[in-house]
Each structure stands twice: as structure tokens, then as C-alpha cells.
């Protein structure tokens, strides 16, 4: 007997040697000044978390402006900017100190923030005051208010810089903004209140969730000028309405249009989109369920049941994973996009939204809104996924935001 349990005690010990090998190796070989930080907002506690991604552990608390919601990180710069949508200012965020530096006055209500890729612009919708904050970062101030729908949600910049697209809850449209003359292009007439947006890679597209009518609109960016009859009406008889041309550039070279209507499930309030942009998942919180879109030929491929109350979903770097939040359930899903089924299923904390995935894509970051807290899952376990910690934050944490980087002023040696 006493035998027997020697060598289970043997086997056991061998196979933590063999984990903790194969865990050695594939950490990598940091420098001293690299730095890896996921920045909460903290909606109730006007207050932003830093923590620190390779060693799971809150390294400072930033204070910053009434109810912070919205959080974007520049890849150009080590800054970081939350829209404090109670006092109507936007905070920007030395990484390298973690500290607020700074305080941009926006209009009323804003919600979202969307940096350029070239780090010298923010876009912020303001919902109170039916307008969209263009805001030139290197000179921390707003540019330009440009005046748009009813009630807008999120205004997203495409990868080439030159467009952003703005949804408008209460007007059932989006506007198009032409970023070089930062004025509205046109206005697109979509589904009953869309919220989230996304834009692909090429900047050729749009498609935003509709959650008062379970749809998703799909908006061709750019487009050649169309024929009288599609001016009138798009695929799912929707009228457009088209500005003027910008200035220097004729009548028509610019026009963006509906192209189509897709049913999904039930309240969609999230849409993910692949890095390689081929698919989009649209997270269905009515419905329980996760619709998949194929970018290239406007469709729905397939919807699936992936938890209770599905809120925001996040796509792997390599294409090959979705991780979703389960609002009413408080579990985490993970679905493998090439197999297309369900992998499995990992609890976490109260009220699971916002997620974020480490550089190494190792490790899932989740705000548990309720809880006060952000549960790490480890993405690599053998098992497909695992609660590795929690950690405590502020009260109702509701964004995320990731910037890895190297320090410009080492620090000084010991």
C-alpha cells in the first residue's frame, strides 16, 4: 500500500516538473523598462486600475472624472484616454507614470472613445448633445464638434484614418464623417437603435448591431456613385440621405450605402470582428446566442447557443478563438471559430462584460462588473481555459484597455 501511494506521489511530482518546464520556457526574456498594463475604468469609483498583466496584481489607481466608461489606449504614444461621461471630459493617462496629466472638455454625455491609428486623433460621441468630439491628441485640445444624429453611441475611425462612422440610437441612422474636412459625408438610414460598430480592415465596410430590432446593418464606405433607383432605396428599402459633396471634390465621388439587412438573434449588443476581418460575431443577449457573419458575402452563416445573457466577445490574434461574456451567468465561454463548436465554459465573477487578452494572448482579462473585480483566465491550459486569480478593483468596472510598451527613462538600476 505504502508503495502504491509512493509512486502516485512520484507520478504527481513528475508531472508538476514537466508543467512548471514547460511554463519556464515559454517566458520570455523581458527587459527591465518593458512594461504590460490592462487599464480599468471604473465606472462607480471615478477611478481607473492599472494592472500589471504578466504578474496579476493592481499596481496603481488613477483618479480621473465623474463615472469613466469608455477607454482607448494610443498605439503611437504611451497614453491612454477615458471619457468620463459624468463630467463630460475625456482624462488622458501617462502610461509611464500612471498618472492624469491632462483634462479635455467634451460636450454632454459622452460614452466611447476611438483612437486613430496613427495616434493623432480621438473621437468621441457625445449622446446629450447630439455631436462627435474631434480631438487633436498632440495638442490635447477638440478641434472640432461636428453636429450629427440623435443620441449617438460609438463613433469608429476605419484603419486608413479617413472615415468615421457614428451610430444614433434614437435616429435608427449612422452618419458618415469625412475626417480630412471633419464634416458629415452623409447619413444612412439603418435598423431600429444601432449601438455597436465595427469597420473592416480594407475600410470598405461597415456593420452595426441594431439591438431594438435584432439586426445587423451592413453599410458599403466609399462606394461609386449608385444608380437613382439604389439612391432611393437599399436592399431592405431603407431611403439614404447624402450630403453634399466635400469641398474640392465633385458630386458623387463620395457615398456610402446600405447594403443590407441581416437577421440576427435577439437584442445583438456587441459585434467582434476577426484581425483578418473575414468574419464578424455578434454577441445576442436576448437570444443566448452568438451569430457568426461572413464579411465577404453579407451573410449569416449560423447562430448557436453560447450562454445566458451574452454581452461582449473578443477574437484571438490568430483567428482562431472567440472568448465571450455571459452577463446573466457569469461564466465565460469559449468557442473554437475553426471547429465551430462550444470548448467550454469557465466561471468568473459577478456580471462579466468588458474583456481583454494579454499580448501573449495567454491570459484573459474580464471585468465582473458587479463583483468589483477582474477575473484572470488563463486561455493556455491544457483543460482549453481556467480561472487562474481575481483581482480586486474599483466598484462597477466597465472597459478595458491594454498597452504594452517599453519604458522611454529606464529604471534605474539597483
Known amino acids: 500500500m505504502l508503495s502504491h501511494v509512493k509512486k502516485i506521489h512520484l507520478s504527481l511530482l513528475a508531472s508538476f516538473v514537466v508543467l512548471a518546464s514547460s511554463c519556464t520556457q515559454k517566458l520570455p526574456n523581458y527587459p527591465p523598462a518593458y512594461r504590460e498594463y490592462a487599464y480599468v475604468t471604473n465606472g462607480k469609483s471615478n477611478s481607473v486600475s492599472v494592472l500589471d498583466m504578466r504578474n496579476y496584481n493592481a499596481v496603481a489607481t488613477i483618479p480621473v472624472g465623474a463615472n469613466p466608461t469608455g477607454i482607448a489606449a494610443n498605439s503611437q504614444k504611451n497614453e491612454i484616454y477615458v471619457v468620463n461621461t459624468g463630467s463630460n471630459s475625456m482624462s488622458v493617462i501617462d ?16 460614452y466611447f472613445v476611438d483612437v486613430s491609428a496613427d495616434g493623432t486623433r480621438a473621437y468621441v460621441a457625445n449622446s446629450g448633445s447630439n455631436s462627435v468630439s474631434i480631438i487633436d491628441l498632440s495638442q490635447r485640445r477638440v478641434v472640432r464638434n461636428v453636429v450629427v444624429g440623435r443620441a449617438p453611441g460609438e463613433a469608429r475611425v476605419s484603419r486608413d484614418g479617413k472615415t468615421i462612422v457614428v451610430t444614433e440610437r434614437l435616429a435608427d441612422s449612422v452618419s458618415v464623417i469625412n475626417a480630412e474636412t471633419m464634416s458629415v459625408r452623409s447619413s444612412v438610414a439603418v435598423c431600429k437603435q444601432p449601438t455597436d460598430v465595427e469597420i473592416l480592415p480594407d475600410s470598405g465596410k461597415a456593420f452595426v448591431a441594431c439591438s431594438g430590432s435584432g439586426q445587423v446593418a451592413v453599410i458599403g464606405l466609399n462606394m461609386e456613385s449608385p444608380t437613382e433607383s439604389q439612391q432611393l432605396t437599399a436592399k431592405s428599402g431603407a431611403a439614404i440621405r447624402r450630403s453634399g459633396p466635400a469641398p474640392g471634390k465633385g458630386a458623387g465621388s463620395e457615398v456610402d450605402r446600405l447594403l443590407s439587412i441581416l437577421d440576427v438573434g435577439s437584442t445583438p449588443t456587441h459585434l467582434a470582428l476577426k484581425p483578418d476581418g473575414g468574419q464578424i460575431f455578434v454577441s445576442n443577449f436576448g437570444a443566448n446566442t452568438m451569430s457568426e457573419i461572413t464579411t465577404s458575402t453579407n451573410e449569416v452563416s449560423g447562430s448557436y447557443l453560447i450562454g445566458a445573457g451574452p454581452v461582449r466577445s473578443i477574437v484571438s490574434a490568430d483567428n ?5 461574456s455571459n452577463f446573466n451567468s457569469d461564466t465565460i465561454s ?11 465554459t469557465v466561471p468568473v465573477g459577478r456580471r462579466p462584460d468588458a474583456l481583454a487578452l494579454s499580448p501573449n494572448q495567454n491570459f484573459l482579462f ?3 462588473t458587479a463583483a468589483g473585480d477582474v477575473s484572470v483566465v488563463r486561455t493556455a491550459a491544457k483543460q482549453g481555459a481556467v480561472l487562474l486569480t481575481i483581482i480586486p478593483v474599483g466598484q462597477q468596472p466597465n472597459a478595458i484597455a491594454v498597452k504594452a510598451f517599453i519604458l522611454r527613462k529606464p529604471p534605474a538600476v539597483q
Do not use: M, R
Not at 469559449?334 to 467550454?344: A, E, R
Open 95 to 110: 502610461a509611464e507614470q500612471n498618472k492624469a496629466i491632462a483634462i479635455i472638455a467634451l460636450e454632454h454625455t459622452p
Open 320 to 324: 482562431s478563438t472567440l472568448y465571450v
Open 334 to 344: 469559449v468557442y473554437d471559430i475553426d471547429d465551430g463548436k462550444l470548448v467550454t
Open 366 to 368: 474580464v471585468a465582473d
